[in-house]
T-cell receptor
Framework: DADVTQTPRNRITKTGKRIMLECSQTKGHDRMYWYRQDPGLGLRLIYYSFDVKDINKGEISDGYSVSRQAQAKFSLSLESAIPNQTALYFC??????????FGEGSWLTVV | GESVGLHLPTLSVQEGDNSIINCAYSNSASDYFIWYKQESGKGPQFIIDIRSNMDKRQGQRVTVLLNKTVKHLSLQIAATQPGDSAVYFCAENIAGGSYIPTFGRGTSLIVHP
């Protein structure tokens, strides 16, 4: 089983719809992250959480929100999806200052 | 190094050649560095890491070199194979703190049979 599991893996949604991407990890790490990747570009941090009670904005948080339901679960929501949010989204987890482990990604297309 | 624009830096090599992928990092306080491999449509996967108290670390067919003086990291892949074709990212981190790991844009490695 994967250390970091994302659902759904692929989703097509309409402009203005709310969509949630879910992530769970079995590493037992406190830190979790959501990244966005656009074609030809690197990973950009959307939100991160250092523990269940901690939520922090990353460099591109506008239009997104997150919820840390448990140590193992960190979900990303697009409250009102727009086409330029079409991208590949990665959830990740790490221990303090250690290697980051990524999920397989969630392809989101907003039409 | 990094390039401006939408296209990733690309390195094309022949199968069997050695590949060297470079990365410049920005934070002189960074003390932990990681190389990731990302195949098309997949998540980045850990390849090898190095702490700042070392300047070289070897794995299976891969070697990472760290030059803290010029804040430069390189990944060397020996006897490159078609399965090595992917995008390679470096990441810098600070152990034990609240620092968020920073990723480079990546280099696309294309291995020709």
């Amino acid at each position: 089983d994967a250390d970091v599991t994302q659902t759904p893996r692929n989703r097509i949604t309409k402009t203005g719809k709310r969509i949630m991407l879910e992530c769970s990890q079995t590493k037992g790490h406190d830190r979790m992250y959501w990244y966005r990747q656009d074609p030809g570009l690197g990973l950009r941090l959307i939100y991160y959480s250092f523990d269940v009670k901690d939520i922090n904005k990353g460099e591109i948080s506008d239009g997104y929100s997150v919820s840390r339901q448990a140590q193992a679960k960190f979900s990303l929501s697009l409250e009102s999806a727009i086409p330029n949010q079409t991208a590949l989204y990665f959830c990740a987890t790490s221990d303090l200052g250690d290697t980051i482990y990524f999920g397989e990604g969630s392809w989101l297309t907003v039409v | 190094g990094e390039s401006v624009g939408l296209h990733l830096p690309t390195l094309s090599v022949q199968e069997g050649d050695n590949s060297i992928i470079n990365c410049a990092y920005s934070n002189s306080a960074s003390d932990y560095f990681i190389w990731y491999k990302q195949e098309s449509g997949k998540g980045p996967q850990f390849i090898i890491d190095i702490r700042s108290n070392m300047d070289k670390r070897q794995g299976q067919r891969v070697t990472v070199l760290l030059n803290k003086t010029v804040k430069h990291l390189s990944l060397q892949i020996a006897a490159t194979q078609p399965g090595d074709s992917a995008v390679y990212f470096c990441a810098e981190n600070i152990a034990g703190g609240s620092y968020i790991p920073t990723f480079g844009r990546g280099t696309s490695l294309i291995v020709h049979p």
